[in-house]
């Protein structure tokens, strides 16, 4: 480990904001629009965004995917061939499901009561940042985008533990020193592997300094759980 200043030290702190990126390529899941499905694509869903860090917003994509994949069930067909696509716009996430009808448009309905007409739609309105509708043809991709509290796509969600981890791995050499370019930056994968390295080598210290291994694992997993639940 390279020697530091407390200078420098405060310095990358202040930097703040991800140094290693996350990588959220965009990906895409062709479907028959069935009830049946619905269940799967949630799951699907919920799995890929906890791979890109985005636990807050999984409930609210759930909703998303679940009404416009209904949408088509409704006014298009059951079984109908359709696709979903995920990927980044920015801080946010966008949420695209594509179906054969140009014809049949989702449409915001405001309804009360008992009135079922246009709630899926409402309840996506309802939680996204904006929506739309792309006419191809005779074809249409229904969209929409949540906010994720990112400022880019390879960026995560701030946090003192999360800044306290970045800047040790950058201090320690395994990541971009302090004023270089972004090109240089490690891997989301090449960072985890460093940063798995490293809680090795804590364990390593607390064994050498008597302390119970297994003790500390699970003192810090019950740390993490209190930690993670109360910023969920």
């Given at each position: 480990?390279?020697?530091?200043?407390?200078?420098?030290?405060?310095?990358?702190?202040?930097?703040?904001?991800c140094?290693?990126?996350?990588?959220?390529?965009?990906?895409?899941?062709p479907?028959?629009?069935?009830?049946?499905?619905?269940?799967?694509?949630?799951?699907?869903?919920?799995?890929?965004?906890?791979?890109?860090?985005?636990?807050?917003?999984?409930?609210?994509?759930?909703?998303c995917?679940?009404?416009?994949?209904?949408?088509?069930?409704?006014?298009?067909?059951?079984?109908?061939?359709?696709?979903?696509?995920v990927?980044?716009?920015?801080?946010?996430?966008?949420?695209?499901?594509?179906?054969?009808?140009?014809?049949?448009?989702?449409?915001?309905?405001?309804?009360?009561?008992?009135?079922?007409?246009?709630?899926?739609?409402?309840?996506?309105?309802g939680?996204?940042a904006?929506?739309?509708?792309?006419?191809?043809?005779?074809?249409?991709?229904?969209?929409?985008?949540?906010?994720?509290?990112?400022?880019?796509?390879?960026?995560?969600?701030?946090?003192?533990?999360?800044?306290?981890?970045?800047?040790?791995?950058?201090?320690?050499?395994?990541?971009?020193?302090?004023?270089?370019?972004?090109?240089?930056?490690?891997?989301?994968t090449?960072?985890?592997?460093?940063?798995?390295?490293?809680?090795?080598?804590?364990?390593?210290?607390?064994?050498?300094?008597?302390?119970?291994?297994?003790?500390?694992?699970d003192?810090?997993?019950?740390?993490?759980?209190?930690?993670?639940?109360?910023?969920?």
């Amino acid at each position: 480990m390279h020697s530091v200043t407390v200078e420098t030290w405060e310095e990358v702190i202040r930097m703040g904001g991800c140094r290693f990126g996350v990588e959220r390529k965009r990906w895409e899941l062709p479907f028959l629009a069935q009830a049946e499905e619905l269940a799967g694509l949630r799951r699907v869903m919920r799995l890929h965004l906890e791979l890109w860090g985005l636990h807050r917003v999984v409930h609210p994509a759930q909703i998303c995917v679940t009404e416009l994949v209904g949408n088509v069930i409704k006014h298009v067909g059951a079984g109908t061939p359709t696709c979903l696509t995920v990927g980044m716009k920015g801080g946010h996430l966008r949420i695209e499901v594509s179906d054969p009808d140009g014809q049949a448009l989702p449409t915001l309905v405001r309804a009360s009561g008992l009135e079922e007409g246009g709630r899926g739609v409402a309840l996506v309105d309802g939680v996204a940042a904006r929506w739309g509708v792309i006419l191809r043809g005779d074809s249409k991709i229904t969209w929409c985008e949540l906010a994720t509290g990112l400022d880019t796509a390879d960026g995560h969600v701030d946090g003192a533990q999360v800044a306290k981890a970045e800047a040790l791995l950058g201090l320690c050499g395994l990541g971009a020193r302090v004023g270089s370019s972004r090109h240089n930056l490690l891997s989301v994968t090449e960072a985890a592997e460093a940063a798995t390295g490293l809680i090795a080598d804590l364990l390593h210290w607390l064994r050498a300094h008597g302390f119970d291994i297994d003790e500390a694992l699970d003192r810090a997993q019950l740390q993490f759980e209190a930690e993670a639940e109360g910023v969920a």
